[in-house]
């Protein structure tokens, strides 16, 4: 019997048993489970949370030859969207897309059900409340699981709502709560739960407790406290800690501030390193560079291209992939154009920008005109959580760090490596370096190709953060040359502080003057800086650079 | 793989672009039709796929026998992203190239700088992208949808099914999302929502750094009425926001965004994990459950040879622009555009969510209005609609500038910029 | 020698855009359907490439015989198209959208309730006249002053002119600032009294703009054989020995420059009728390379290949743009590569200037 059959077969079955007991419209192969799918399918609103309820409270059967799936399988399934409704068929599956079609399993994962055209196969349909319900029902289960990560996920997804756990269940977990971190949290949820108790000595120390929690909902409980509270006592220790939250939050806005700063820099930084080498170390003006950076980006998305299970794996990965295909684009184009045009850096500047629309072009053409989406992979998704009012968020910080690896890395190379030897020899006199026995030509080329690559680097970093597309490139080529110029030519120490304090003005002057108006401040300052002191904050000094 | 089939692919349009080319001294008994959007440039990766759309159109109306028993000709140009170049070859398709319809441009500077070129040579464009209304042309036709099909509904239902109480009012520092802000600002301001309640915020083009902002959307957010943030954040800056509020935590459970310009074509290059159940407005979406869009799906699918396409709204009102455009030239018995400007307003075409739109006399369309959210495939899921079709309003009643003024292009008024109080028309006639 | 071949070159010029003005000005008038007649379309194309070549005539004055090679020449040409552009939208009056008589449309679209100060004066033609020329000028010399002064030079200034370009594109994209914002300035109706719509005032315009390159030319032309100019080529050559030989380099340079500007934006100011629209994108830093390129490829350090770059890059790119629009830019970029590459001269010094008065290759003081 083919699949095929078998499954008509099985719905003539269905078709016939439905019709003596219940109208179904909605199957799932397991008699139990129709009418609630079927409730979640076709309706609204309340029947619909309803029919999750019910879903939420099924335990699987303890026989071990029953294969009912869990409760919470179901839910998450629901959720991500991996059962489906079959229109041919009214039947839940399981399905997995596969170019216009989907793949379908039964339920119960035991039957394969075939294929069918992706118009066939529908979603179940959620919302935001519907999603966010079922968030919660899912946490819930997790607060009996044997796992104290999902122990833990579950408690905090009622910090919020203390009111929604009973006190009774709330006792019974702390005295069963073998885990340290699921205990302090399990602690503060009560706490939360105090606050609501008549008896005021219970609400001053559970006011007390909230010192140290700068939440919104913890503050807004002390501004509540404050203002509504019959006892003196509580009152008063209320507004004390409102005074101190104050304070606190305002402090720690600084210190935001101050990150998204810093992150700002490590971006700009990262974009002008590996300009600030092949200008700075030198000389030659590559306005290609912001296109350099664009084909890094480019490579994150194809490592996650060739590798769609694992996503950090590719971003990793493409790391040294970006560096080393940048840095032999950067190579090809020191050996076919600049090398002719040593010494004659505004003739660089027009080849390197004909390459630059070359490139853009070629990405146009043969990727697409589109952008392309590039996945942040776990690990960098969320935050660090410092307390209520200050976060600093993973992907930024990550940035941050990546940023000054490399820069110290760069400093090392050139600083202690022969390479380096050889490249700060060339560039402070070509002449005696090669008497001295320096392949320059080659030092060109390896020091063209390590600005490329770094600049391949960046894309990496910055297509974890931004569009990535054929334009990427042409967004932070300006930025990049004011910070080179900013920090002083040759002078990597010099883009790192440029770069850093560039992105610090800028974000203490976004709140007043908002983001375009400082943009423009810091350009003009810029300018006006660099009328007065031509080169840069840290000039490079000798006669290498005169002239 | 794929790098090799996009090569073949475009070896391929570039051979087909070269033999249309010849084609053009081959035969001179076909109309020609005018495409006017961006191939290169900043703008390339919108309206590239609009250009396709148009082209395939065509291919199918000739398929099925052409018009007035002559074959179409779609003449493609490229004004490159460069506003100035649009008049100019807007100019070169009207007056070199004899076209006897355009269709095209995308951003309202472009749209604003053919303007005096269609007027003048009396041609007609349509415009297939949502805009900020405040225009009513002669010489336009605009199937995309004017803020009262897109704008006005999406705050109707965050108000009424959401129970958003404060807003966040985003967008890019152009014309769009000014406009569409300012209505807006009136519309709730109207309905009773204090000022205090509403944040706006302006960011430059490819804004990319969005730290500061999403901090303080999440700080506006906080205090306890439920938020939303309504944007109309330009395509290039859409990635890097969506990824920040991701990144610090504002999930669409706690602070929904709404947005005007994002639909299946731009998140086909996002990441969409974190913009889950955010909200698009629209008039269509690909999700929308309708024969007439399944076989245009199919169509498109095909005439691209990529399986991983998606189709979008602008895609929609070309369809709709082209066929309107069609019935009106079979009705007007020719295709001189004096006469197709009067034979399409009242010509009613199917749309791709199952109904019909109809050409109004202020030269907009009747549309549904859907709002979807978006879904971990890049898809959009229809939440809410309108009940019926909203017909497109090209002067806002909510702006005190143009709340008397009227369009309406039947004569006896023929005045695209009626003001009924005055009983002035300005604007185009002088 | 020279003398003699720039007088016989500037000669030559001259009869070319003369003999161009009258042939387009006379198949303009033949009827629509007569083998040489040229279309309206092609009437303002040429007038806007005549733009194109008046600018490129302004980068070349100060690249190729000054050596700065200025990234931010779009800001003056299009601060003189915004200057040209505002007394336009003053000349609309109250046929604007909203037919209020005293503000354009984005302005009463704003709520704003008076015109900004910057903007009175326009409504008069001589009042604009000299805006279009003493803004762009005034940028030029305040900025030339602390820049030449400072002794801010090659690509450093390249970079700064740059990044000027770029703050005024990002001032100007902001509807603050009362220009429009993102749209510009656009939808105009007449100047000077006259419909920019008909034929005729189209046809003026072109005139017009082939009459202003060709006094441009003469300028420049003249200037350059005049002892500043001597002193102006001294300076891109070997900068610190014309200053240790007692020139005051700084003068020579600001002067130049500041003419360059104005010379800019008497371009914009005429490219901007012709074209219908002014807006900020005329700032980006791209528009201001794409203008070195036509002068490279046209040949830097002669004013008649500046011409020829300028009205050769923008045929082709015309062209490209609607044949094959997918290869606009690869050529452009080849353009730039192989031109910089093989041809440090340009067209220009394809067959000219060969021998002689070798000007030397290098634009750049030695290291």
Redesign the interface.
Same mark, same amino acid.
């Given at each position: 019997m083919t699949l095929r059959t078998a499954i008509v077969s099985i719905a003539a079955l269905y078709l016939l048993i439905s019709h003596q007991h219940v109208q179904a419209e909605v199957k799932t192969g397991i008699n139990e489970l129709d009418p609630l799918f079927e409730a979640f399918y076709e309706g609204r609103g309340d029947r619909r949370t309803e029919a999750l309820d019910a879903l939420a409270a099924l335990r699987p059967p303890a026989t071990p030859i029953d294969t009912q799936p869990d409760a919470r399988e179901l839910l998450q399934g629901i959720l991500d969207g991996d059962l489906m409704f079959h229109k041919p068929s009214s039947t839940i599956v399981w399905a997995i897309k596969d170019g216009r079609e989907f793949i379908m399993t039964s339920l119960d994962r035991t039957t394969n059900l075939g294929r069918d055209s992706s118009r066939k196969v529908k979603r179940l349909k959620l919302n935001n409340s519907i999603r966010a319900y079922l968030r919660q029902l899912i946490a819930a289960l997790g607060l009996y699981s044997d796992n104290p990560t999902e122990r833990l996920v579950a408690i905090e997804a009622l910090i919020d709502k203390p009111e929604s756990i009973e006190q009774k269940t709330l006792d019974e977990l702390l005295l069963n709560e073998q885990d340290d971190a699921v205990m302090i949290a399990l602690q503060s949820l009560s706490t939360r739960k105090q606050l609501g108790s008549a008896d005021p000595l219970e609400r001053l120390a559970a006011v007390t407790v909230l010192r140290t929690d700068l939440s919104s909902e913890s503050r807004a409980a002390i501004v509540r406290i404050e203002s509504r509270d019959d006892d003196e006592n509580v009152r008063k220790a209320a507004q004390a800690i409102r005074l101190y939250h104050e304070k606190q939050v305002n402090l720690f806005g600084w210190a935001e501030t101050l990150f998204f700063g810093l992150s700002l820099g490590s971006v700009l930084v990262l974009a002008a390193i590996g300009l600030a080498i092949s200008f700075g170390v030198m000389g030659v003006i590559n306005m290609a560079h912001g296109e350099l950076i664009m084909l890094g980006a480019y490579c994150s998305w194809a490592m996650q291209q060739l590798m769609p299970q694992s996503i950090a794996a590719a971003l990793l990965l493409s790391i040294p992939v970006a560096f080393l295909l940048t840095g032999l684009v950067g190579i090809i184009i020191e050996r076919s154009v600049i090398r002719f045009l040593y010494g004659r850096p505004l003739e660089t500047l027009l080849a390197t920008f004909g390459i630059s629309l070359i490139l853009q072009q070629m990405v146009r053409t043969f990727v697409s005109p589109q952008n392309v989406p590039v996945a942040n992979p776990e690990f960098m998704s969320g935050v660090l959580q410092i307390n209520g009012v200050f976060s600093l968020t993973l992907n930024r910080l990550y940035i941050l760090a990546f940023c000054l690896i490399v820069f110290a890395a760069l400093v090392a190379l050139l600083k202690y490596s022969r390479f380096g030897l050889e490249v700060r020899a060339v560039s402070q006199n070509r002449s005696m370096a090669r008497a001295m026995g320096v392949r320059s030509a080659r030092i060109d080329s390896l020091t063209f190709g390590l600005g490329a690559g770094i600049a391949g680097i960046a894309g990496v970093a910055l297509s974890q953060l931004t569009n990535v597309g054929p334009n990427l490139g042409q967004a932070y080529i300006v930025d990049s040359f004011m910070v080179v110029v900013f920090g002083g030519v040759g002078n990597l120490w010099g883009t790192l502080i440029s770069g850093m304090t560039l992105g610090i003005a800028n974000k203490l002057m976004e709140p007043w003057a908002g983001a375009i108006l400082a943009k423009i401040l810091v350009l003009v300052f810029l300018i006006m800086f660099i009328q007065k002191r031509p080169r840069g904050l840290f000039p490079q000094r000798g006669r290498a650079v005169e002239g | 793989m794929l790098l090799i089939n996009r090569f073949k692919l475009s070896a391929l349009a570039a051979a087909c672009l070269g033999i249309t080319s010849l084609s053009l001294y081959a035969q001179d008994e076909t109309i020609k039709v005018g495409v006017l959007h961006s191939l290169s440039g900043t703008m390339a990766i919108s309206e590239t796929t609009l250009k396709d759309t148009m082209l395939m159109l065509i291919d199918q109306q000739n398929a099925n026998g052409g018009l007035l028993g002559k074959q179409l000709e779609a003449v493609v140009v490229d004004p490159a992203s460069d506003w100035p170049l649009f008049a100019e070859k807007a100019r070169e398709l009207i007056e070199q190239e004899s076209v006897v319809a355009t269709f095209g441009a995308w951003t309202s500077v472009s749209r604003k700088s053919v303007l005096p070129v269609f007027e003048e040579l009396n041609s007609v464009l349509f415009y297939p992208v949502q805009y900020e209304g405040e225009e009513s042309s002669k010489n336009v036709f605009y199937t995309g949808a004017a803020p009262n099909q897109q704008a006005i509904p999406a705050v109707e239902y965050l108000t009424n099914v959401i129970g958003v109480e404060r807003w966040v009012l985003a967008g890019t520092d152009y014309v769009y999302p000014r406009t569409t802000n300012k209505i807006l600002e009136a519309y709730l301001q109207a309905n009773g929502v204090s000022s205090e309640d509403i944040m706006i915020n302006y960011t430059p083009f490819g804004h990319a750094d969005w730290q500061s902002i999403v901090s303080e959307i999440k700080k506006f957010g906080s205090e306890g009425k439920k938020t939303a943030v309504v944007s109309t954040i330009n395509g290039d800056a859409n990635v890097p926001f969506y990824k920040e509020l991701g990144n610090q935590g504002v999930s669409a459970e706690d602070i929904p965004v709404i947005a005007f310009s994002v639909g299946e074509e731009e998140l086909s290059g996002f990441d969409t994990e974190p913009l889950v159940g955010h909200l698009a407005a629209w008039n269509y979406f690909m999700s929308v459950d309708a024969e007439t869009n399944d076989v245009f799906i199919d169509n498109w699918l095909d005439y691209i040879g990529d399986d991983e396409r998606v189709t979008n709204d602008p895609m929609e009102a070309h369809y709709i622009g082209f066929n309107m455009w069609v019935k009106a030239v079979e009705k007007a018995g020719t295709t001189d555009p004096a006469f197709v400007q009067d034979a399409i307003i009242g010509v009613s075409v199917p749309n791709l969510t199952g109904g019909y739109s109809t050409m109004m006399p202020n030269h907009h369309i009747t549309k549904p209005v859907l709002i979807g959210e978006i879904q971990d495939d890049g898809q959009f899921e229809v939440v809410w609609e309108t009940p019926g079709l909203v017909a497109g309003d090209a002067w806002s009643d909510f702006l005190d500038s143009s709340k008397d003024i009227i369009s309406d292009w039947r004569a006896p008024l023929s005045c695209g910029n009626y003001n009924v109080s005055t009983s002035v028309c300005s604007g185009q006639n002088l | 020698m020279r003398t003699g071949k720039s007088r016989l070159s500037s000669l030559l010029f001259i009869s070319a855009v003369v003999t161009l003005l009258v042939s387009v000005t006379t198949f303009n008038q033949l009827p629509a359907d007569h083998d040489l007649h040229v279309?309206?379309?092609m009437v303002?194309?040429l007038g +806007?490439y005549l733009t194109y070549a008046i600018l490129a005539v302004a980068v070349d004055l100060v690249w190729g015989y000054l050596g700065i090679?200025s990234l931010g020449h779009a800001a003056f040409f299009a601060l003189g198209g915004y200057a040209m552009g505002m007394y336009l939208m003053r000349q609309i009056g109250?046929?604007?959208?909203?037919?209020n008589p005293d503000l354009p449309d984005?302005m009463?679209?704003?709520?704003w309730t008076e015109l900004p100060w910057y903007w009175s004066g326009f409504d008069s033609f001589a009042f604009t006249a000299l805006a279009i020329l003493l803004i762009p000028g005034l940028l030029a010399f305040v !900025?030339g002053w602390? #820049?030449f002064r400072?002794? %801010?030079n $090659?690509?450093?200034l390249?970079?700064?002119t740059?990044?000027?370009t770029?703050?005024l594109m990002?001032?100007f994209?902001?509807?603050e600032m009362g220009f429009g $914002?993102?749209?510009?300035l656009?939808?105009?109706k007449d100047i000077l009294g006259f419909d920019l719509?008909s034929d005729q005032v189209r046809l003026g315009l072109f005139i017009a703009s082939g009459v202003a390159l060709i006094i441009v030319y003469l300028l420049c032309d003249s200037l350059l054989r005049s002892r500043l100019g001597k002193v102006a080529i001294a300076i891109r050559d070997a900068e610190?020995r014309t200053r240790f030989l007692g020139y005051r380099v700084e003068r020579v340079k600001l002067t130049l420059f500041t003419l360059s500007a104005m010379i800019a934006g008497l371009a914009g100011a005429l490219y901007v009728p012709q074209?219908?629209?002014i807006?900020p994108?005329?700032f980006s830093?791209?528009n201001s390379?794409e203008v %070195? %390129?036509w002068v490279?490829i046209g040949g830097r350090g002669t004013l008649y290949g500046a011409v020829i770059g300028a009205m050769g890059v923008n045929y082709a790119k015309?062209w490209f743009? $609607?044949?094959?629009?997918? #290869?606009?830019? !690869?050529a452009?970029?080849?353009? !730039?590569?192989l031109?910089?590459?093989a041809l440090?001269k340009g067209i220009a010094g394809l067959h000219l200037f060969k021998s002689r008065n070798k000007p030397t290759? +290098?634009?750049?003081? +030695?290291?």
């Open positions: - | - | 279309g309206n379309f303002s194309l +806007k090679l109250d046929r604007g959208v909203y037919g984005f009463v679209f704003l709520n !900025f602390f #820049a400072s002794r %801010v $090659g690509v450093y390249s970079i700064i740059q990044a000027l770029y703050a990002l001032a994209f902001r509807n $914002g993102n749209n510009g656009t939808d105009f719509r610190d074209v219908g629209i807006n994108g005329e830093p791209l390379i %070195v %390129v490279a015309t743009t $609607g044949a094959y629009p997918e #290869a606009w830019l !690869f452009l970029g080849l353009l !730039f590569v031109v910089t590459l440090p290759g +290098k634009m750049e003081p +030695k290291t």
